[in-house]
């Protein structure tokens, strides 16, 4: 039982890491950015051709990836985004405009590393295994999980204790009031976008590490999850991504103990399905869900 | 020289099926666009409708008029109780909610031992014959043609620039949007039985979230302020990877991320730059004619 | 009575946006409704016209019940508005914008075009028409063409009143219409205000345009903090102590 419970909150890690990237730009722009998963996918890459051509240490490699993918995001925003902005289509044609350019990273990643699975090399993280109280846990997992943990707490300290924070949410609120009030609004964005970029980034580097199994089509099957943990903890909502995040994780993997694993993916939907019906708003969400 | 034709024909058979199928896959997205909504259910639909047309015309004698009309009614008759409670969704939470569909119609056939589970259907005769296709994409294309104009087309458009006002002028936008996602359903399903009967497959992968990107994109890229764009956009997608096939073995390169890359910078060229598609570069290209017509006789 | 408010009452959270609001508007009958801003009066058309439940209250046509009513509905049974920010179909041109409007008042079945019955034919030349006709009645004949994000702030109103006059409403909701015209505008709109009153149609008008309001309306409403302070002829109204304490006492 704990070795389900260590089990779901380490996949749960990376759902939660991924979904406050997701949910974060939401919140700013009210768009979903479709493009994330590419950068989930090619942050693993990077990293991993970090790691194994140019011989860096993986806690070396980790944020260094991580940055590139930020940096990455800033001009995802500025190429595709931020032409849409004040169209009225904006929201139907943010989305395909990500889509596209997730479409050329996902070329450029088959172009570089090809279509067949990627290994991290042997070695690359430590094999080591712990007992906790009956249960086989992977040092591995524990390490991926602190490393979630410490991140949702940084963001979560960025955004109420700083500055930025603040600019943060206020955009979110409202980025016309936010621009009367003299706020820098591109600027936030801008760094909204490398924030979530970044947090992609590293649930994609966890995710590479953790499964060692990376391809370009990788980003796929956690986009849709992602979709799923935002919705049911709430669209903007960083608590809502987070703890959504670690309960899909969870309930995947009971799921899978209990029926087998044909349904592992069926249990995202489902509960997906039973939100968006009953309380669209999700758990913590707070955007306006139905027409009047 | 006929003979050459013929043979180009024999070649390009299956291209042109296809751009067939795809038109009507791009119009079925069309169907809820032009109402304002964002639905990517139809993939779903799709593959309701392919996997009953493949059981049927597998189990039984039924003509192929009968196994289409089939194909057509499931999925619209399932998009009822599914559109009552989606629709009252707005834009992107619709959006998530039809994929939402779309995954678990996909995963119930990965589940379901009947039709093989994730391997699918094979040996599906081929029933699909180009005029059959062609017809139905026209009977659609005149659908949509003789909507405009009417109370229903303007009440459509209505819904789309602003649900809430279309209300207070007496337009039952619920009625409305869910008529056309019923309409987009029932487009998918035959399309999905036209494919099933051209591929000789139905196998879930097909059917999955890049399949109704792929549509979407056609609508898209086609443009959607009318229905011509859809079926432009799709004739385009379909016939531009075998022009850049044919370019990429000229030029030697791997054909798989060339494409996906041309794929995707197009998209993105278009969205930005041609919001309206490509079915709005006639006007585009006039009204440039005439500016510079106009700029020559000022100077 | 036609339109009957009966101790109508609507919160947004803890804000009492409108309380106990009773009045009556008689077939025919110009009422105007003013009062400070944020005195309630939008949210009082919004509850009309359905975009809004109220919290209390009832609210009558013909003596049946309005409130509860999705606004489609509201609007089929004759009660039509238009927006105090302008809500035109942006992409559509000002003619589109009204035979839109006249969606209640069109009949042909959508399978007569699908076989070009010669009927179909006839009954979109004549919406068209009519929508011509409202058009010139506003003076945007010549407009009718423009999309209507391209005219101006003025012209935008007119083509939003007749919109709403499209659909042969019983009663129209006019939501501040002069707001931002010209004088001689506001005349014109006055003149059309009282020449709907004549066809037999109501009007509840929310203005800010004082001297507009005494000259076209029968009654009048005023609201204040959401509550109605007085309800009378512009001349009962306009003498009202508080009234002129709440409202009119700047210019008094």
């Known amino acids: 039982m704990g070795q389900q419970i260590v089990n779901g909150l380490f996949l749960g890690s990376i759902y939660a890491l991924f979904a406050l990237g997701y949910t974060l730009v939401f919140g700013v722009l009210d768009i979903l950015n479709l493009a994330h998963q590419a950068v989930f996918m090619l942050c693993a890459f990077l990293a991993l051709t970090l790691v194994s051509v140019a011989h860096v240490h993986i806690l070396l490699a980790l944020p260094l990836a991580t940055a590139a993918a930020g940096l990455v995001g800033v001009v995802v925003e500025r190429a595709a985004f931020r032409p849409l902005r004040g169209r009225a289509d904006s929201n139907v044609a943010g989305l395909i405009s990500s889509l596209a350019v997730a479409t050329i990273f996902e070329s450029i990643a088959l172009g570089l590393w090809g279509p067949d699975v990627s290994r991290f090399p042997l070695g690359t993280v430590p094999e080591r295994q712990l007992h906790l109280g009956g249960a086989v846990v992977q040092e591995l997992q524990l390490v991926i999980i602190g490393i979630a943990v410490v991140m949702v707490l940084g963001l979560t300290f960025l955004l109420q204790r700083t500055r930025l924070g603040r600019q943060i949410r206020a955009v979110a609120e409202s980025g016309f009031a936010a621009r009367v009030l003299g706020i820098d609004v591109d600027r936030v964005i801008a760094l909204s976008f490398f924030i979530s970029s970044a947090l992609g980034g590293t649930a994609g580097v966890l995710f590479g590490l953790a499964f060692n199994s990376i391809s370009p089509d990788v980003g796929r099957s956690v986009e849709l999850k992602g979709l799923a943990v935002i919705i049911v903890g709430g669209m903007g909502s960083m608590p809502g991504a987070v703890i959504a995040g670690f309960g899909l994780g969870l309930v995947e993997t009971f799921t899978v103990a209990r029926f087998g694993s044909s349904y592992r993916d069926a249990v995202a939907f489902a509960v997906l399905f039973l939100v968006l019906l009953v309380r669209p708003r999700g758990l913590l969400g707070q955007a306006a869900t139905r027409i009047a | ?299 | 009575m036609l339109l009957e408010l009966d101790g109508v009452g609507r919160s947004f959270g803890g804000v009492q946006a409108v309380q106990s609001a009773t009045f009556g508007v008689a077939p025919g009958e110009v009422h105007g409704l003013i009062g400070p801003n944020g005195a309630g009066k939008t949210t009082l058309l919004n509850l009309v016209s359905g975009l809004v439940r109220p919290t209390s209250g009832a609210i009558r046509l013909r003596g049946r019940r309005l409130d509860g009513l999705s606004s489609h509905r509201i609007a089929a049974l004759g009660v039509t508005r238009t927006f105090q920010n302008i809500r035109l179909f942006p992409e559509l041109s000002a003619l589109d914008n009204v035979i839109v409007g006249a969606h209640l008042t069109r009949r042909a079945p959508l399978w007569q075009r699908l076989v070009f019955a010669p009927a179909a034919g006839r009954e979109e030349r004549s919406a068209r028409g009519r929508a011509h006709a409202l058009l010139e009645r506003v003076g945007l004949a010549d407009r009718a063409l423009e999309r209507s994000a391209n005219l101006s702030y003025g012209e935008q109103r007119r083509v939003e009143i007749a919109r709403a006059l499209a659909a042969d409403p019983a009663v129209l909701l006019l939501d501040e219409p002069t707001a931002g015209m010209s004088h001689g505008e506001v005349e014109s709109i006055a003149a059309l205000i009282r020449d709907v009153a004549r066809e037999g149609r109501s009007v509840l008008l929310v203005e800010h345009n004082l001297e507009l309001v005494m000259g076209v309306c029968d009654r009048i409403t005023v609201l204040d903090f959401g509550k109605v302070l007085a309800d009378g002829a512009p001349g009962e109204v306009r003498a009202d102590p508080a009234v002129i304490a709440a409202y009119l006492g700047a210019d008094a």
């Open chain 2, 1 to 299: 020289m006929i003979a050459a034709l013929q043979e180009l024909f024999l070649t390009y058979q299956s291209a042109l099926g296809f751009v067939g199928i795809n038109g009507l896959l791009a119009l079925s997205v069309y169907a809820t666009l032009s109402c304002g909504q964002l639905s990517l259910a139809n993939a779903g639909f799709m593959a309701i409708g392919a996997f009953a047309s493949a059981l049927l015309t597998q189990h039984t004698a039924l003509p192929f008029a009968a196994v289409l009309a089939v194909a057509a009614l499931l999925p619209a008759l399932v998009a009822v109780p599914l559109g009552l409670p989606v629709l009252r969704l707005r834009g992107v939470f619709l959006a998530i909610a039809t994929i939402g569909f779309g995954e678990v119609v996909r995963l119930s056939f990965v589940n379901w031992d009947y039709t093989n589970g994730a391997l699918g259907l094979v040996g599906i005769p081929q029933r699909t014959t180009l005029p059959v296709v062609y017809l139905l994409l026209a009977a659609a294309a005149f659908l949509f043609w003789r909507l405009r104009g009417s109370r229903f087309g303007y009440a459509l458009e209505a819904i789309r620039e602003d649900e809430a006002v279309a209300r207070t002028l007496g337009i039952d936008s619920t009625a409305y949007k869910l008529g056309m996602f019923v309409l987009g359903a029932g487009l998918a399903g035959l399309a999905g039985a036209l494919d099933a009967h051209l591929t000789f497959m139905v196998a879930p992968s097909g059917f999955g979230f890049g399949r109704v990107v792929e549509m979407l994109v056609y609508a898209v890229v086609g443009g959607i302020t009318s229905f011509i764009g859809p079926v432009v956009g799709a004739a385009f997608l379909t016939l531009l990877p075998e022009v850049l096939r044919a370019l990429g073995e000229l030029l030697g390169m791997e054909a798989g991320p060339l494409r996906l890359f041309l794929n995707g910078a197009i998209l993105l060229a278009v969205i930005l730059f041609l919001p309206h598609g490509l079915a709005s570069l006639p006007r585009l290209l006039r009204r440039w004619r005439e500016r510079r017509k106009g700029a020559a006789l000022a100077a």
